[in-house]
């Protein structure tokens, strides 16, 4: 089963703040967890969000089923 990616508006105004290759970067490591986000992403302790890497930056992240 492939997800999609909804953006929210609040993360794609934070991306533009970002450097071009870092918010690409970025975009790339999200895109690449589509496929099976519970291998890519880390639970949140105490919150049921997920956490995904990217160098120095992190994303929260919501799978919804």
Do not use: C
């Amino acid at each position: 089963m492939s997800y999609s990616i909804r953006w929210r508006p609040q993360a794609v105004g934070a991306l533009r703040t970002l450097p071009r290759d870092v918010a690409e970067r970025l975009v790339r490591k999200i895109d690449s967890a589509k496929e099976n986000p519970r291998h890519f992403l880390v639970r949140l302790a105490g919150d049921p969000g997920y956490k995904i890497r990217s160098g120095d930056y992190r994303a929260i992240v919501d799978i919804l089923d």
